[in-house]
């Protein structure tokens, strides 16, 4: 079965600094990956998605992420924090089961933006 | 404008005691699911609709129902509330496809079982 791992549970950094949050997806053929974000108080919300074509996705609100097929990465990046990016972020994946596809997801982590 | 809705946001029950969790959505879509979000585990998969009187279950289903008599109501029963099943709970919809096309999640709902 598939299985998503986000290596940091939670990440402090300052406005400005730099982010890469870590994905690593466990499933060798075509995969479909996918940032999700969840503002405090606000409901999940799709960041951006990769399912093919240029490995360097771009997203909203200056996030990207980067498909590494070799490494089974995923990593999400921004070059500039603000303290607006205080979140939860999740990683998923979309898996066939069942027949069905479903979106398999990584733990989260919690992303603190201090001012 | 569109939207999916949760309620009650908050819940305290007993163990034993039946629990129903309502959602409903105004996007007119096809496709609703219900996730359960614990510590650790990210969101996993309870169970999945593709259109009325269709149901089908998840990853983590056992001890959960749902069912679907119209396109915007999938409300998730707990017919037997156990601690195990204290969590956040969220609801989310997708246009029709059995593909993935982009969910959208309400605002989820806390339930704990004593």
């Known amino acids: 079965a598939q299985s998503v791992s986000q290596h940091n549970h939670h990440v402090i950094l300052s406005e400005a600094a730099s982010l890469e949050l870590g994905c690593n997806y466990s499933?060798?053929?075509?995969?479909?990956l996918f940032w999700y974000v969840q503002y405090p108080g606000q409901h999940l919300q799709l960041l951006l998605k990769?399912?093919?074509?240029d490995p360097l996705v771009k997203g909203i609100k200056g996030f990207e992420a980067e498909f590494i097929k070799s490494k089974f990465s995923f990593n999400l990046r921004k070059p500039s924090v603000q303290w607006s990016d205080t979140a939860e972020y999740f990683c998923?994946?979309?898996?066939?089961?069942?027949?069905?596809?479903?979106?398999?997801w990584g733990a989260g982590t919690k992303l603190i933006i201090k001012p | 404008d569109a939207e999916i809705t949760q309620s009650p946001r908050h819940k305290i029950t007993e163990t034993g005691r039946q629990v129903t969790l309502a959602c409903h959505q105004t996007?007119?879509?096809?496709?609703m699911f219900w996730y359960r979000q614990d510590l650790g585990h990210g969101l996993r998969l309870i169970h999945y609709s593709y259109g009325v009187q269709d149901t089908n279950k998840g990853e983590v289903s056992d001890g959960y129902s749902v069912s679907r008599s119209n396109t915007e109501d999938l409300p998730l029963t707990l017919e037997s509330a156990a601690s195990s099943q204290t969590s956040v709970y969220f609801c989310a919809s997708s246009a029709v496809g059995r593909f993935y096309n982009e969910q959208f999640f309400g605002p989820g709902t806390r339930l704990t079982v004593l």
């Open positions: 998923a994946v979309l898996s066939l089961r069942d027949s069905n596809y479903q979106l398999i």
């Open positions: 990769y399912f093919s074509g």
């Open positions: 499933y060798g053929g075509t995969v479909n």
């Open positions: 996007w007119n879509h096809n496709n």
